[in-house]
DNA sequence: CTGAAAGCGCTTACAG
DNA sequence: CTGAAAGCGCTTACAG
């Protein structure tokens, strides 16, 4: 067993000052190019590598991204993760993952974890809990201490940060104009509870899309899941009384659980009604009817996110406080469910 | 703007030493109460927590698990990254995330990138192109410099570790088995190409099976995917051509292609034939119909792998090259595509 | 051209 | 009871 060999060892054994090895490594022309070569030579064969947390503490930056989610096991943020690796490998990052298993407690004491010193920036989503509590003082103090924040998808407008988001009211307004469209009026809508930032918007340009062309909007057609567990027998009578045209569901659990409650009740998707979902993940893609989704660029946004976080923390922190707010654009990807 | 405070800071403040504050700040029954007392209080107004890098430098260890993974939005993977986030949070463990999509390259890059310091462990699984090159210098080089290194799922014999598997060839042959106890005698087998071990297992279990029962082996209903996206054309073949009884997928991704592309063609599942897939994850529950399939407890080797890893570096590192290979038991879950 | 010193933020054995 | 010193592994301004 060979240890890690440190610019101490190479010195000693050189019987050359610790400088004049760091010096020679670096390349540095202050040292003649014999030593240098020695140097070199003898670094390489014993496979010299610095130490990180050496480098981290001496510069004060960790080169390291730290990301916190509500959770892993979901297709839109995996994907997410998967873009921001992407550009924070692109740019020599690492990137930590938190998760915060949508509890706010988790959430806090992992950004506090996190928050003394082993990252330079967050990129982050924020759990269901911290939405419902609507208490952000982690992140402010966080960002108090200069250090930067970028969120995205579950955002707040509490905090002024930089953020990526989709139009989730917009791209709603449209999924739902979709259906109206292909001539659709009863239109139900299955969504979560209202303090999740995302699930309230895409309620408003549901709301809206209704409003705009004149169908009466019916509370009743509404339902508000809090639990995916239980949410087969109100989903089933939603559908047995109400004789609906169509379902626009907020995520395509809800959607393909439509469809299932659908076909055990002898009603078929798309002929009995029609369905259409936001977040286009695997389930989509794969189950039968296909489901008509909203895109949510997820990789894009991982990307957008990772560089919006590195520009900030490579452009010497010069423009501080000017925040955007940016918009990954949505696309309706149509699909057997809404034929 | 107010930034993190240091020991020196505060020893400062207070007219004292940085050792004096250090050790209150540790409770160290050295320093007077007073003394003690004071500082203690002072760092909790200014929110005093100690710098992790400088403590890593100092305590040699970084508290930090590395896991590298071919990819991270897999539903199976993104489950053991939530099994190890479980016990690392428990211990007092991060986990940095490294992703080599399939390559060799990325790979060893990674953990190299992770091996200078940055964390205490490994916890890995193999990239394809790996498996296929069988080159395993950069894992026997880490191990050789003293960092643990656990390896899950996609694993080798090459490399002396410890290992978190399932028994795949066994899953394999017993689903298999539960095929042929319900009639099926000509039973395809959709796998991957041989040089990812599990496919390999997977395909030795279900020769076995057939050997067993005296079922004669046929080459023909055989298939290994390559590449997932031109892969529907081979499966329509071997569904038209062979009338089989059964499928045999060694991913659900498999699976759940056989079942769309035997519905385009005319048939049904599991009437004109049973499916059963490998990896109990999402599409499976969700499809129609449901698939059949072998459990492969992701979050519960997750947790092995990270128990194994903390206790490694916990346990004082005595029983040096006592590696364990922890098999995690699987079970297969009937559903409707075997019906 | 080479090296001693200071410093990043912390801990701890040792002096006083 | 308190503090100076050494050290983790590195870099770099400064002396010589």
């Known amino acids: 067993m060979k240890r890690k060999v440190t610019l ?10 610790i400088s004049t090895v760091s010096k020679s490594l670096r390349n540095s022309l202050e040292i003649g190019e014999e030593t240098r070569l020695k140097v070199q030579a ?25 990301i916190i989610i509500p959770e892993i096991v979901h297709h839109f943020f995996s994907t997410v993760i998967n873009g921001i690796e992407q550009v ?11 998760l915060s298993d949508d509890s706010f407690e988790k959430e806090v004491r992992n950004m506090e974890m996190l928050a003394n010193g082993s990252i ?7 759990s269901k809990e911290t939405q419902l509590k609507g208490d952000f003082h982690h992140i402010t103090e966080v960002i108090n201490q200069g250090m930067p924040v970028i969120m995205f998808d579950r955002v707040t407008n509490e905090i002024l940060c930089d953020k990526v988001i ?76 109400k004789a609906i045209d169509a379902v626009f569901a907020v995520n395509e ?25 936001f977040t286009d993940g695997i389930i989509s893609k794969y189950s039968t009817p296909t489901i008509t989704t909203v895109s949510q660029n997820g990789l894009k946004m991982g990307n957008k996110a990772a560089k919006m976080l590195i520009d900030r923390l490579e452009l010497e922190e ?3 406080e000017n925040y ?16």
Chains 1, 2 share one sequence.
């Open 88 to 98: 924070a490998n692109e740019f020599g990052y690492s990137v930590i993952i938190c």
């Open 318 to 320: 010069t423009e501080e």
């Open 253 to 277: 659990l809800f959607a393909v659980t439509c469809i299932k409650t659908a076909n055990k009740i002898g009603l078929t998707v798309p002929q009995d009604f029609a369905v259409i979902a």
């Open 324 to 339: 955007t707010t940016e918009v990954i654009e949505t696309y309706l990807i149509e699909r057997e469910s809404t034929n």
């Open 166 to 241: 989709i139009d989730d009211k917009y791209a709603a307004y449209e999924a739902v104009q979709s259906l109206i469209d292909k001539g659709k009026k009863k239109i139900a809508l299955v969504t979560t509870v209202d303090y999740v930032s995302v699930g309230k918007l895409r309620t408003d340009g549901y709301t809206k899309a209704l409003l705009d062309n004149n169908i009466p909007f019916d509370d009743n057609l509404i339902i508000k899941i809090e639990n995916i567990d239980t949410c087969e027998i109100i989903i089933g009578k939603l559908l047995e009384d």
């Open 42 to 66: 003898f670094a390489k064969f014993y496979n010299y590598k610095p130490n990180n947390i050496a480098l981290s503490l001496k510069n004060k930056k960790t080169k390291t991204i730290g």
């Open 120 to 126: 330079d920036g967050f990129i982050m989503s924020l």
């Open 8 to 17: 101490k060892q190479i010195a000693k054994e050189l019987d050359v000052s």
